[in-house]
């Protein structure tokens, strides 16, 4: 069985700062990693994946996560975050061959003030 | 195309009342998907499609009924709902088995309010 935890529920962070939302997994088989970013009554949209290959993984809107094998971790950064970037984002886990079952973290709540 | 379409948007409806809630994709991905989400919580599986056949229901409650027509559409008929049940209901699709090598791509949900 796979499980995430996101280790912070709430980061408060002022605007033009950099942030990192914590993600660890727990999985016996190899698995896709991904953030996904939900605003205010919206659904889900893809922020980053990783399936394979380089372990590092950019978006195009600054964020980067990378992939951490020994350390079970999906950390994602961004140097530098704006208003606009006030979020709620959820880590997840799926395994191969069927990358819509996810097991999403708690998720947290990104509050940039200005 | 890289959309899921979620009708409708919002859905308020007594607990007497039958409802259905519709999803529709064109990127020819053979797994469909609802997750259930409550406020301030993350998405729930309840049911999967592969291939138009239930694959999976993660013991859902029989007044969620769903229904898989065609490779492009996702149904969940709702009967004899609780206020309990009230959230936001998302339908997602993705490729399956050798062809998995991409994300999910999620609907906007619907919102639905059992009063």
């Known amino acids: 069985a796979q499980s995430v935890t996101q280790l912070d529920s709430q980061v408060p962070v002022f605007e033009e700062a950099p942030v990192e939302l914590r993600c660890n997994y727990s999985?016996?088989?190899?698995?896709?990693l991904f953030w996904y970013v939900q605003y205010p009554n919206q659904g889900l949209q893809l922020l980053l994946k990783y399936l394979s290959g380089s372990t590092l993984v950019e978006s195009i809107n600054g964020f980067e996560a990378e992939f951490n094998k020994s350390q079970t971790s999906f950390h994602l950064r961004k140097p530098s975050v704006h208003i606009s970037d006030t979020a709620e984002y959820f880590c997840?886990?799926?395994?191969?061959?069927?990358?819509?079952?996810?097991?999403f973290g708690q998720g947290t709540t990104l509050q940039v003030k200005p | 195309d890289t959309e899921v379409t979620q009708t409708p948007k919002h859905l308020v409806m007594g607990m007497t009342n039958k409802k259905s809630l519709k999803c529709e994709q064109h990127m020819g991905h053979r797994a469909m998907y609802w997750y259930k989400q409550k406020a301030k919580k993350p998405p729930e599986l309840m049911f999967v499609?592969?291939?138009?056949?239930?694959?999976i229901n993660e013991s859902v409650p029989s007044r969620f009924s769903p229904e898989c027509p065609n490779s492009s559409l996702l149904n969940l008929h709702l009967h004899a709902l609780q206020p309990e049940d009230s959230a936001l209901y998302l339908c997602?699709?993705?490729?399956?088995?050798?062809?998995?090598?991409?994300?999910?791509?999620f609907g906007q949900g619907t919102r639905l309010t059992v009063v």
């Open positions: 997840a886990v799926s395994r191969s061959g069927n990358t819509g079952k996810l097991i």
């Open positions: 999985s016996s088989v190899s698995v896709y």
């Open positions: 499609y592969s291939y138009e056949k239930l694959s």
């Open positions: 997602a699709s993705s490729q399956v088995g050798s062809r998995a090598n991409t994300e999910a791509f």
